[in-house]
């Protein structure tokens, strides 16, 4: 009692400070969810944020995203319409050193789209031709660039090129088989 009249400040302060002690003790578990719970709502508030300052002319986005989805549906290929898409591949001998001497639909699918797959496509459908070109190296190239540069909905994904027939004298005739990809309308 003699040493609480002489030390009161110490003592009071020495009291506080066990009760703190022991309401940490059996609240800091708590803490840890609260600070955890805090954290989240943080990112969410920066989420929203971030969406608000994005959505600034969305209207304007969303019209151009369906003028692309339009420009797309017109260059679609469809897959009954068999005449029309091989006359496409035959049109790039007018403009080119190339002939095409076959253009086969096939129905075999590309392995990387295939349901389920990583590129699994699920608004439209692939069409694949095998396509027999024959010309010199360049020529087969430019048709390569062109096919590239004609449509970007188009991919080549077999190339294979040798000597063409009747040409063993000759280095620049060559014939090159293609697989061509194309998108097309949803089956």
Request: glycine share 4%; aromatic share 8%; net charge negative.
């Amino acid at each position: 009692m003699e040493k609480l009249k002489q030390y009161p400040i110490a003592i009071f302060g020495a009291v506080v400070l066990l009760v703190c002690a022991v309401v940490i003790f059996l609240r800091g578990s708590v803490v840890d969810e609260l600070t955890a719970k805090e954290d989240e709502l943080f990112g969410r508030l920066r989420t929203i944020s971030s969406n608000a300052k994005n959505s600034k002319d969305l209207e304007q986005h969303v019209e151009l995203i369906d003028r692309y989805v339009a420009s797309i549906d017109e260059r679609l290929f469809s897959r009954a319409q068999r005449s029309i898409n091989t006359d496409y591949f035959y049109s790039f001998e007018d403009d080119l050193d190339i002939l095409i001497s076959d253009v086969s639909q096939t129905s075999a699918v590309a392995p990387s789209l295939i349901k389920g797959g990583p590129n699994a496509l699920k608004l439209y459908s692939a069409i694949s031709y095998d396509v027999r070109v024959d010309g010199r190296f360049q020529d087969i190239l430019e048709f390569l660039y062109e096919i590239h540069k004609a449509d970007a909905l188009m991919r080549v994904t077999d190339f294979d090129v040798s000597a063409a027939m009747g040409a063993a004298d000759s280095v620049v005739d060559l014939t090159a088989k293609l697989r061509i990809v194309v998108l097309a309308e949803k089956e």
